[in-house]
């Protein structure tokens, strides 16, 4: 199994993004699929994640500004980027938990927001 980020690039601060999360291979059923950044010095940090049964949960600097969404078809997650901030700035990284409770990463796409 494997998840490939996309969508990370420069924008300036009110800009918006949308990142992109595939997962390929063979997998049996998922659970959670969630994003998560971690800037530089500190450590990776939730920023949003969606459950099969379409519950979210978002870290309290992006409510209102992101959006997490998934394709079950496609077997692709989204995070919607509005309003963007400096501190914003990280790499993002796709999370997902299977059924049977695997936990799988992303490599990370960068995003920076410059001021």
């Known amino acids: 199994v494997q998840l490939v980020e996309s969508g990370g690039g420069l924008v300036q601060a009110g800009g918006s993004l949308r990142l992109s999360c595939v997962v390929s291979g063979s997998i049996f059923s998922i659970n959670v699929m969630g994003w998560y950044r971690q800037a530089p010095g500190k450590q990776r940090e939730l920023v949003a994640s969606t459950t099969n049964n379409g519950n979210t949960n978002y870290a309290d600097s992006v409510k209102g500004r992101f959006t997490i969404s998934r394709d079950n078809a496609k077997k692709t997650v989204y995070l919607q980027m509005n309003s963007l901030k400096p501190e914003d700035t990280a790499v993002y990284y796709c999370?997902?938990?299977?059924?049977?409770?695997?936990?799988?990463w992303g490599k990370g796409t960068l995003v920076t927001v410059s001021s």
């Open positions: 999370k997902l938990i299977s059924g049977f409770g695997i936990t799988y």
